[in-house]
């Protein structure tokens, strides 16, 4: 655990970029520091290694003040990530995730076999090895740069603003492959971000800062959405936060239906009936292996020739498709929406069809959100 007990830090201009800031980081997870430019965010993650100094206060990690400690040996220990990845310039992607293995006295083969599985570990192709930085993507390097903060295994990691110069997608990319580690790593992580999305994502605990380096909320990212400690949160989370909520709410819990699920060659008389003994305006035509092929109109089917297959009518396209198992309640309704059905389709991991809710059903379990206290065990992320 890193714990920060009373920690101030003034600058010797008079600028107070923290203020009396009290927090305990919990071992093995992720916490988030978000807020707007300047409120001591980058301030106090530079507190953790020493490379700035608290003015008064605290901070120890697992019990020890880090003043305890010789800053170059703490600094070992703990990786460090920055915006635009921070590579040496003249050495290649493998001495770069080498550095820190080598400074603790490695032997190079060593340091080298290790910097390759870090390669394999962060999906950097083993051809990029003997590259430079500048010969690599900006999201290519980043990945160098998260490498090498790994590369002797610190249980602390610290990351400074890592994905801010990627375009939102490398960036997306880059956050999913950083939650797909940490499942793996359970590292201590602290993350400096000023998007709030990145923040929600990315956390297992969010804090808050505001101008002054004062800290205005300290929760999971689903109670900050919920329920924003003042007017200062609500406006920094944004206007959308009952939406984004829903990604802390996994869409196992829905009740789909399957009864309006139908192979595609059922002839479209025995279609019809069915979706007049259902009430339903829509059946969904999947194929021999129950994969979704799209949606047949009721009123379609009752015109249908006669000798025709609900395959033949199935004219409507499915839209995309959410995963039962691992999708969240927001992308169930994300797919509803964009659904000309007005219907979601649900599928398991093979892509074969679990059942299908109506924007209707989907509002019965919004409704449920709406006066639920805590998000069930297991909730699931953006
Ligand atoms: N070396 C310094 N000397 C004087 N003031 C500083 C110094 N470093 C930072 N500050 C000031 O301290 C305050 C907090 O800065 P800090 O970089 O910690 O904020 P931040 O939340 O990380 O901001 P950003 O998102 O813009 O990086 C700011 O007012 C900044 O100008």
Do not use: C
Request: charge should be negative; charged fraction near 25%; aromatic fraction near 6%.
């Amino acid at each position: 655990m890193i714990t920060f007990e009373g920690v101030t830090k003034r600058y010797p201009d008079g600028t107070v970029a923290v203020d009396e800031l009290s927090l305990e980081l919990p071992t093995g997870q992720t916490t988030v520091f978000v807020g707007p430019s300047g409120s001591g965010k980058t301030t106090s993650l530079r507190m953790i290694n020493r490379m700035v100094e608290p003015t008064s206060g605290r901070i120890a990690i697992d019990g020890q003040d880090v003043r305890d400690r010789d800053p170059a040996v703490l600094r070992r220990s703990i990786g460090y990530v920055i915006q635009q990845a921070g590579l040496f310039p003249h050495r290649t992607v493998l001495d770069n995730i080498a550095t820190v293995p080598l400074l603790l006295g490695w032997t190079r083969r060593r340091a080298r076999d290790r910097a390759r599985e870090l390669m394999e570990v962060v999906g950097l192709a083993p051809e990029q090895a003997k590259r430079y930085p500048h010969q690599l993507s900006g999201g290519q390097q980043q990945r160098v740069g998260v490498a090498r903060a790994l590369a002797a295994d610190p249980p602390v990691l610290l990351m400074d603003e890592p994905f801010s110069a990627v375009d939102p997608v490398v960036r997306t990319g880059l956050q999913d492959e950083l939650l797909r580690l940490q499942q793996e790593l359970r590292k201590t992580i602290v993350f400096v971000t000023h998007d709030i999305d990145e923040a929600v994502r990315i956390g297992d605990a969010v804090a808050v800062f505001r101008a002054g380096g004062t800290l205005a909320q300290f929760s999971t990212p689903e109670r900050l959405l919920a329920e924003p400690a003042d007017e200062f949160v609500e406006e920094f989370v944004g206007y959308d936060r009952g939406v984004r909520r829903l990604s802390f709410f996994p869409a196992s819990d829905l009740a789909l239906r399957g009864d309006t699920v139908l192979a595609a060659e059922t002839p479209s008389s025995e279609a019809s009936a069915i979706a007049r003994a259902q009430g339903e305006p829509w059946l969904l035509a999947v194929d021999a292996a129950h994969r979704p092929i799209g949606w047949a109109r009721a009123l379609d089917l009752d015109r249908a020739a006669p000798g025709s297959t609900l395959g033949d009518l199935a004219t409507v396209g499915y839209g995309h498709v959410f995963r039962v198992g691992t999708d969240s309640l927001r992308a169930a309704l994300d797919a509803a929406v964009l659904s000309p059905a007005g219907r979601a389709v649900g599928v398991d991991e093979d892509g074969k069809v679990v059942g299908v809710v109506a924007q209707a059903e989907l509002g019965d379990a919004l409704w449920a959100v709406g006066t639920d206290e805590t998000p069930p065990a297991g909730a699931v992320r953006p």
